[in-house]
Every structure is written in C-alpha cells, then in structure tokens.
C-alpha cells in the first residue's frame, strides 16, 4: 500500500506542478485491499502553498480529486502508474499581486506596453505602464477587473487606456490586451479542471472550483481532514 500511495503522491505531485516541501499535505481517505487491487481512490486532498499554473506560483492551494483510477496492471507489471479518464478535479488557490506581475513582467516584450504593473485594490485592479510607439510615448493608468472565460482561463478586462489625460483608442487598447492576456489558463494543466469563481481577497487574486467557499470556508474544510 506505501508504494502505491507513494507513486500517486509523486503523479499528482509531478502533474499538477506541486512543490513538495513541508508545507505539502496529501490526505486520503481510509484504503484497504480494494484500493490496491483495483487502484481507485474515491477522494482525496493535497493542499500546500506552490501550485504551478501557466508559469505562475500560487501561495496557497487546495486540491480535490474524486474518483481517481490508475491501471495496476501497468503499475505492477512497470512501477509506474498510468490515469484512467474519469476522476474529477476541484480547486481553490490564491495568487499574489507579486507574481502575477512577475508573470506579466515576462510577456512585456510581447506588445508596446512596458514597466506594466498590477496593484490589486478590493474590487478592481490598477494596471500602470509605460506604453512607447512610432507615434506614443507616455505612462499610461487603467482601472481594471479580472474575468473569467470559458470556466479556464483568467483575463484582465479594461474599459479603456489611459496615456496622460488622453484615452487610447480601442484597438491600441485590445492589441495590449491581447498580449498580456491571458493570466491564467488552466488548459495548459495535466488534468480538466474548471473554475467557477474569481475574486481578489486580502492583497490576492482568488480562482475556486468550489462555489461559495472563501478562505475560511477552506481553512473549515482543511481541519476536518
């Protein structure tokens, strides 16, 4: 039974880009025979601080996976575990306004827009840079929401672009957008894993599977474990 919730530990670990430090918790329910035989784990939590989505680090995370199957025919036969299609994915995981503009900082040489940073208030975020054309030179401000597309990938979403006292027109606008977009995608993930609500709560951007649940919802479901 270690050996085989050893290498679950390691293929979840390895697949969601997982640190696996002492911060790490991965907490199964009760296993026996069946289990080992069949290899189908009817639920279990990983929960930490470093969750890799598209290049960006979170800070905290909650994972939850419900009907994970592995073949154990191959595990036996090659000590290595290979996914059955079926198992179920839910997570919530906060992200720092630090990373997210250390991501952001990465994809600055995509468009005209450079120095971009990101401040997170309580219901928007304020996006400031320097935006330099053929024709432009000028630091630039917008108020700002993220959004949330396709239940996988998370936008910055602007109403308009400022540079000085003057509004860009739309297309400058889009064009940035488009390059910095998107924040997070989680179809770059191992796994199909949906997301029903974004928000920004204490300084951080918030992405849930769980509908309805804020951070002490979490931490509750945390201490029953």
Same mark, same amino acid.
Request: proline fraction near 2%.
């Given at each position: 039974?270690?050996?085989?919730?050893?290498?679950?530990?390691?293929?979840?670990?390895? *697949? /969601?880009?997982?640190? #696996?430090?002492?911060?790490?918790? @991965?907490?199964?329910? %009760?296993?026996? +025979?069946?289990?080992?035989? &069949?290899?189908?784990?009817?639920?279990?939590?990983?929960?930490?601080?470093?969750?890799?989505?598209?290049?960006?680090?979170?800070?905290?995370?909650?994972?939850?996976?419900?009907?994970?199957?592995?073949?154990? *025919? /191959?595990?036996?036969? #090659?000590?290595?575990?290979?996914? @059955?299609?079926?198992? %179920?994915?839910? +997570?919530?995981?906060?992200? &720092?306004?630090?990373?997210?503009?250390?991501?952001?900082?990465?994809?600055?040489?995509?468009?005209?827009?450079?120095?971009?940073?990101?401040?997170?208030?309580?219901?928007?975020?304020?996006?400031?840079?320097?935006?330099?054309?053929?024709?432009?030179?000028?630091?630039?401000?917008?108020?700002?929401?993220?959004?949330?597309?396709?239940?996988?990938?998370?936008?910055?979403?602007?109403?308009?672009?400022?540079?000085?006292?003057?509004?860009?027109?739309?297309?400058?606008?889009?064009?940035?957008?488009?390059?910095?977009?998107?924040?997070?995608?989680?179809?770059?993930?191992?796994?199909?894993?949906?997301?029903?609500?974004?928000?920004?709560?204490?300084?951080?951007?918030?992405?849930?599977?769980?509908?309805?649940?804020?951070?002490?919802?979490?931490?509750?479901?945390?201490?029953?474990?």
């Amino acid at each position: 039974m270690d050996d085989f919730k050893d290498a679950v530990d390691k293929y979840i670990t390895d *697949n /969601f880009k997982i640190k #696996n430090d002492s911060m790490l918790h @991965i907490v199964y329910g %009760k296993l026996g +025979l069946f289990n080992l035989v &069949s290899g189908y784990i009817p639920k279990m939590y990983i929960y930490g601080d470093k969750l890799n989505i598209d290049g960006v680090d979170s800070e905290f995370f909650l994972l939850e996976i419900t009907s994970l199957r592995f073949d154990m *025919n /191959f595990f036996n036969e #090659n000590k290595e575990l290979k996914f @059955i299609e079926g198992a %179920k994915f839910k +997570l919530y995981a906060e992200f &720092s306004e630090k990373n997210i503009n250390n991501m952001i900082q990465d994809k600055k040489n995509r468009s005209n827009l450079k120095e971009p940073y990101i401040k997170f208030e309580k219901d928007y975020v304020l996006v400031k840079g320097y935006y330099k054309s053929r024709f432009i030179s000028s630091s630039l401000s917008t108020r700002a929401t993220f959004i949330l597309k396709d239940d996988k990938t998370v936008y910055i979403d602007a109403d308009y672009l400022k540079v000085g006292f003057f509004k860009l027109p739309a297309f400058i606008l889009n064009s940035i957008e488009k390059n910095v977009n998107p924040i997070l995608d989680l179809n770059k993930m191992a796994f199909d894993l949906s997301l029903s609500e974004i928000n920004i709560s204490d300084e951080r951007l918030v992405i849930s599977s769980f509908e309805g649940y804020n951070r002490e919802k979490i931490d509750e479901l945390i201490n029953t474990l």
